[in-house]
């Protein structure tokens, strides 16, 4: 059961809250003039100074995770448009697959029909290994990796906001088209995720993006980007078996994956292009401020520019 929106809010106010009381009293105190507040921390909590120092950023760090949540949920309860066109479209999908020669995932499902415990795994993949491995991914990028989370954070908020805007737009999912040679893997196998047909249809022609597929190719490509260890290629199988896993479900087409992929990787150019302005502000500040140091001035670029015009 996911946690409410409201509740989330109400929580990261009263988190957001404590991260700053926590930094607030974890910082030396510094004497100001005419100031009436007092300059020493009392012997109570001089002591905690250190745990109130590791706490804030944990604090405030899951503060803004709430906030994020709850937007993401509040987004996911926007009104879907042309719920009627959802298997139209779909049906489109199917024919500009061909076209592309995409692989046919009504194949895929057919040769593995012979082998069912590969479904029920797809099918188990599915349900365990969609939330789960974003909270140990979050936790283990910010406890191991501090510099490089607040980056992988907002790529992969983004690209989740992005991608449930998109979603706004139905489009059915494979299992519900037999006429193609898709069977519900759910259904004939299990375990089962949703009805055949029916119950939270809304919810149920949401396929395109796939979140499962967005959120698994973020840890990878994060994972795989941040650590040097062996293990990294755990981000990477993850990544893989997610694909599989929504395919050979009849949950999500290919397409699905690939703009869900794809919105990770937007996200990851539009990053660098803003660390990398950021590395030049820096740069031109620090170049600044040497130049202040021994009484040296640069031209303007106005300046640069008439110099070279003449």
């Known amino acids: 059961m996911w946690l409410p929106a409201d509740i989330a809010v109400e929580s990261a106010v009263v988190l957001g809250g404590a991260s700053i009381v926590a930094g607030r009293f974890s910082r030396p105190k510094v004497a100001e003039p005419n100031s009436t507040i007092p300059t020493t921390i009392t012997p109570e909590v001089a002591p905690l100074r250190p745990k109130l120092a590791a706490a804030t950023p944990v604090l405030r760090e899951s503060a803004v995770l709430l906030v994020l949540y709850a937007a993401w949920r509040k987004l996911g309860e926007l009104p879907t448009f042309g719920l009627d066109r959802a298997f139209s479209r779909a049906e489109d999908l199917w024919h500009w697959e061909r076209w592309l ?7 895929l499902q057919h040769w593995l029909t012979h082998v069912p415990v590969l479904l029920r795994f797809a099918n188990l993949y599915y349900i365990i290994f969609h939330v789960a491995p974003v909270g140990i991914f979050l936790i283990w990028l910010f406890v191991r990796h501090r510099d490089e989370y607040p980056k992988w954070r907002n790529i992969f908020a983004g690209a989740s906001l992005v991608c449930i805007l998109i979603q706004t737009i139905p489009v059915a999912p494979p299992r519900m088209f037999p006429q193609f040679g898709f069977i519900d893997t759910g259904q004939v196998y299990g375990p089962q995720v949703y009805d055949s047909v029916g119950g939270n249809l809304a919810g149920q022609l ?5 979140m499962h597929v967005l959120w698994a190719v973020a840890i990878g490509a994060s994972v795989m980007s941040v650590s040097t260890s062996k293990w990294r290629w755990i981000g990477f199988a993850h990544a893989v078996l997610t694909i599989y896993a929504v ?3 009849g949950y999500h087409w290919l397409a699905d994956g690939i703009v869900g992929a794809a919105l990770v990787f937007i996200g990851i150019a539009i990053a660098k292009v803003v660390e990398r302005r950021g590395m030049r502000r820096t740069w031109s500040e620090t170049e600044e401020t040497v130049d202040q140091a021994h009484g040296v001035r640069r031209p303007s670029v106005g300046e640069r520019r008439e110099e070279l015009a003449r």
Request: avoid cysteine.
């Open 101 to 107: 020669h995409l692989p046919n995932e009504a194949t």
């Open 206 to 210: 949401a396929a395109m993006p796939s």
């Open 247 to 249: 395919t050979v479900t």
